[in-house]
């Protein structure tokens, strides 16, 4: 009797206990700027990638590269608020540093094993930035076409103050309303070679919400990062495109050399530019992308 009384307290603490830590789970805060696709091995040892998208896109841009790795890796994809589809946060000010924050915090509750993030463009940025604001948070960082300020791509004298004015006023355009799927064929077209893929990064950008996509282009283009890259300890992979600028005079050396005037502080990287990928690597040049990819992920071992 007295055997089966201790039976059961066991039982109802060991319940107890699973209840406490489901709750935990169930009422840690869920991030209000992402959505997460997890796939893969979840074992507590298996090493995580997390895949960040660019702006007005989906985590969709990286199924090629989760059928890749999702066997071996514990794979989590971001789906950013507002952008092609997923819904949008109720505050869009400041939303690239929220995205940073809730994904640091993300990191850390779910407990992922050296993680390294792999972001496109926005995606990218926001890897950059989380990578200064938590040093020893990620294993390793790749970024696919993103420079530390956007701007200075262009025009190497540019400031944030010298931007802020023009910033802001194309903002409030942007607000107003969607751009056409002409225009965004037209624009896409420089960023991706197969018209099917321009067909699938047009779509996106009409099923986002236009104020998001403002917002996040206006804080990428009013944050210069280049003076604290010398606080960088991740180490840091830059996958660089230059193809698609062939017609306005550029060439792989020139656009090396702004990729590499931008991130010369940074004490722990290395920049490859892609042979035939315009800003869509991923997409365009993905035995590149994969090549690069296997490298850090088994310099990281």
């Not at 990620?138 to 103050?161: E, K, Q, R, Y």
């Not at 969607?178 to 950008?205: F, K, L």
């Not at 282009?217 to 890259?229: K, P």
């Amino acid at each position: 009797m007295r055997l089966h009384t201790l039976d059961r307290l066991s039982r109802r603490l060991l319940n107890l206990s699973l209840g406490l830590a489901l709750a935990g789970s169930v009422f840690a805060a869920a991030p209000t700027t992402f959505t997460v696709a997890r796939s893969g091995p979840s074992a507590p040892d298996t090493p995580a990638l997390i895949f960040v998208p660019g702006l007005a896109c989906n985590g969709s841009v990286w199924d090629d590269a989760v059928a890749r790795y999702a066997e071996d890796y514990d794979c989590h994809v971001l789906s950013l608020a507002g952008f092609a589809g997923t819904p949008a946060a109720d505050n869009h000010d400041a939303f690239i540093n929220s995205v940073r924050d809730e994904l640091i915090t993300y990191i850390r509750e779910e407990k992922l094993h050296n993680p390294v993030l792999i972001g496109h463009s926005l995606g990218g940025f926001t890897g950059l930035k989380l990578s200064l604001a938590a040093p020893d948070l990620l294993h390793g960082l790749m970024i696919v076409d993103s420079l530390p300020f956007f701007p200075a791509g262009s025009n190497p004298a540019a400031t944030v103050d010298a931007i802020l004015p023009m910033a802001t006023a194309q903002r409030n355009a942007m607000r107003g309303g969607t751009m056409s799927a002409a225009q965004s064929r037209q624009m896409m077209a420089m960023m991706v070679t197969d018209p099917a893929d321009v067909e699938r990064a047009v779509q996106m950008t009409l099923d986002s919400d236009p104020a998001a996509v403002a917002q996040a282009y206006f804080e990428i283009n009013t944050t210069d990062l280049r003076d604290q890259l010398d606080q960088a300890s991740t180490p840091t992979v830059v996958l660089g495109s230059w193809i698609a600028y062939q017609a306005f005079g550029a060439t792989e050396a020139t656009t090396r050399a702004i990729f590499e005037a931008q991130y010369a502080k940074h004490p722990q990287h290395r920049i490859v530019m892609s042979p035939k990928g315009r800003h869509f690597i991923q997409w365009d040049d993905p035995e590149f992308f994969f090549a690069e990819l296997d490298t850090l992920l088994a310099d990281g071992q």
